[in-house]
């Protein structure tokens, strides 16, 4: 979504395969410890869209062992999966708030030379290239082979395929107006797009960038996320109030579970074992758990401040919420539904991300 408030852009390099790329972001921020520092186990990764960085949380602990500079409105984030390369999207549009009329946003000068994927080592700590990443890059996902980024380009309507290791932007494909959310079936075979104002989800072959379907869902659709299983996909939607339960077989929406009537659903993620969702609610300050099988609330809990990106680590046990206004990250205790602990980020928190440490023998 389109935030509305412009903030100085710092001249970002876009080739790809510049390998010490000049960086957006404060010019006080630099790596904080040695690569021989980072613990094994697992690591979280947020984007901090305003302080233009990378905090590296240890979930081992719950502490900040790394914060790495990454450029211009850091906001979509993942995890190559073995762990050794982070991609953060990175965009040269202006923040729009939503109280600020689109032509008024349209006035404000974009710069797409900052626009593009910062591809971070994690052992050095250091942005290695920016890959193309079409318009506006916001939300991504990664094949499971990690050879593919899959992203959606807000401003254009489009999606973009990158090849991560040519480096080079493959296929662009028209998904409807604003997409945001993208999420890979966990067979790697289907990826899920949502169109904020088309009130959509476009179904794209994953080999091909092909549109093999649309299903429509409720209002400002945000994120997707899959079961374990690739049965079932549930989709956020922000102005609706609701999450949908997408029969993925049929390409149809089976059942809609409406959140209370605070809520802006933003973030979804399923556990591992597929018995709950959890969903970030933005403006309501929560997370709801749903219980799938029945499509209703199980549980809700008070996290920081219009929670966007969340996260749960491996096993289930954790959930990560980015709290932008708060700058700062929950940890939640998935057993007792209980905030462990409240961490202090960069400013404007917006995505996390989860994965292994490059030093845990992967």
């Excluded at 593009?116 to 942005?127: F, H, K, M, P, Q």
């Excluded at 593919?148 to 973009?160: F, H, M, P, Q, W």
Aim: proline share 8%; hydrophobic share 35%.
């Amino acid at each position: 979504m389109l935030d509305k408030t412009v903030i100085p852009l710092v001249l970002l390099a876009a080739a790809c395969g510049k390998e010490r790329p000049s960086l957006g972001g404060r010019a006080d921020t630099v790596p904080t410890a040695p690569a021989a520092a980072l613990p094994a186990g697992e690591l979280a990764y947020v984007t901090n869209e305003d302080s233009q960085n990378l905090t590296v949380i240890a979930t081992a602990n719950d502490s900040v062992v790394a914060t790495i500079p990454v450029g211009t409105r850091p906001r979509g984030v993942k995890v190559s999966p073995d762990g050794r390369t982070v991609y953060v999207a990175l965009s040269g549009s202006p923040k729009c708030p939503p109280s600020m009329p689109d032509e008024e946003c349209e006035k404000l000068k974009a710069d797409k030379t900052k626009d593009g994927i910062a591809e971070v080592d994690v052992a050095t700590r250091r942005v290695t290239r920016v890959l193309p990443g079409g318009s506006d890059p916001e939300q991504f996902d990664i094949s499971s082979d990690g050879q593919r980024l899959y992203i959606a380009n807000e401003d254009a309507g489009t999606a973009s395929i990158v090849n991560l290791k040519s480096g080079s932007l493959d296929t662009t494909v028209s998904v409807g107006a604003e997409p945001e959310g993208v999420r890979i079936s966990p067979d790697g075979k289907l990826v899920y797009i949502t169109a904020e104002s088309d009130t959509a989800i476009r179904v794209l072959d994953a080999a091909t960038g092909g549109i093999l379907a649309r299903i429509k869902v409720d209002r400002r659709p945000r994120d997707v996320a899959f079961s374990p299983d690739g049965k079932h996909a549930y989709a956020t939607a922000e102005v609706g109030g609701t999450v949908s339960i997408i029969d993925v077989a049929g390409n149809r929406v089976k059942a809609t579970v409406r959140l209370p009537k605070d809520a802006r659903p933003m973030g979804v993620r399923v556990s591992p074992e597929g018995k709950r969702v959890y969903v970030s609610t933005g403006r309501g300050g929560t997370v709801v758990i749903i219980n799938p099988a029945t499509s209703r609330i199980v549980g809700s809990l008070k996290v920081g401040q219009r929670p966007w990106g969340i996260a749960l680590t491996s096993d289930g046990k954790k959930l990560y919420t980015a709290n932008g206004p708060s700058n700062d990250v929950s940890v939640v205790d998935t057993d007792s539904l209980l905030v462990r602990k409240t961490i202090p980020v960069g400013k404007i928190p917006w995505g996390v991300a989860i994965g292994p440490s490059p030093t845990s023998g992967n």
